[in-house]
């Protein structure tokens, strides 16, 4: 099968998966999952897109880069995973319906990665997302990146209201404590 034929069927299928995990946050545009649906879209195409040069000329600076923020996106996914099932203590008690059973956290998650930025899955996504872009340079991938990462920074404000709405002053003194995405920086 033609490469390119094999990445529309598997841009298809993927996004089916995530028209199924996102379909009830896609009818509220101030869920986070809204545009998360959209971040995780852009970052389907660019790994897509630059699947072919994946493995191309490894010792660029570029691809050296790629390599290092792919692994910065695993370490952010493991630690940020690892918190939540540790200490988020998700249940049904939080009834938003938008939210995945995993993110429905009763408990306010500061400690391990969570002292430091408020959305290591997110963070890990804008990583995945760069490191991805930074695979093979192109006016359509400069795009994708900027849409994927314009799209975690609203994923995140959203859920940042969805936070304060559930937890209160708690979250908000937790924001003037930390970062959005990299600890010290953003």
């Excluded at 390119?4 to 598997?10: K, Y």
């Excluded at 799209?151 to 859920?159: C, Q, R, S």
């Amino acid at each position: 099968m033609d490469s390119g034929i094999l990445n529309v069927v598997i841009f298809v299928a993927a996004s089916g998966c995530f028209l199924a995990i996102s379909r009830k946050s896609l009818r509220n545009v101030r869920s986070h999952g809204f545009y998360r649906f959209f971040a995780w879209e852009a970052i389907l195409a660019l790994i897509l897109i630059n699947a072919g040069v994946w493995f191309a000329d490894p010792f660029s600076l570029p691809q050296i880069f790629s390599w290092l923020f792919l692994f910065v996106s695993l370490a952010l996914l493991q630690q940020g995973v690892s918190r939540i099932l540790a200490t988020g203590k998700p249940n049904d008690e939080r009834s938003d319906d938008t939210l995945l059973e995993f993110e429905k956290t009763t408990n306010l998650i500061t400690s391990g990665i969570y002292r430091y930025i408020r959305h290591p899955l997110y963070g890990s996504l804008l990583f995945l997302a760069w490191g991805a872009f930074l695979k093979e340079l192109s006016w359509y991938s400069v795009c994708l990146v900027l849409a994927a990462t314009l799209f975690l920074i609203a994923t995140a404000k959203a859920d940042e209201t969805e936070c304060i709405r559930y937890f209160g002053i708690s979250y908000e003194e937790y924001m003037l404590k930390t970062k959005m995405f990299i600890p010290f920086i953003f």
